[in-house]
């Protein structure tokens, strides 16, 4: 089971990912942005030992990537200064849904 593989999930590591949450809601630039959700993705990664999928697939992203949904790569959310449509489907990604679409 998948809880069987979690590492170290205390009350501290929910504590914390909570918090990352809270303030990705407030936060007003996109670095902030793009700092929260690094680090996120660092946290859940060490929990579940998996690398962060922009580690294991999009490393040379320019900008920042976290998972949604399972650890899967079902889907990320991309944070970035230029639109990453051609680097996704350069990558053999075809959907890609720019934010003023999504929240439509």
């Not at 929910?14 to 942005?33: P, Y």
């Not at 680090?39 to 060490?46: A, F, L, M, P, T």
Request: net charge negative; aromatic share 10%.
């Amino acid at each position: 089971a998948v809880y069987e593989e979690v590492q170290d999930f205390s009350d501290q590591t929910l504590d914390h990912i909570s918090a990352i949450g809270k303030e990705i809601v407030r936060c007003k630039t996109r670095s902030d942005f793009d700092m929260l959700i690094k680090e996120h993705e660092r946290i859940i990664g060490e929990v579940l030992g998996q690398p962060p999928v922009q580690e294991e697939l999009f490393s040379d992203f320019e900008g920042q990537i976290k998972s949604l949904g399972a650890w899967g790569g079902d889907f990320v959310l991309a944070s970035s200064k230029a639109n990453p449509g051609d680097y996704f489907k350069s990558k053999g990604f075809r959907t890609v849904i720019p934010y003023p679409e999504l929240i439509l």
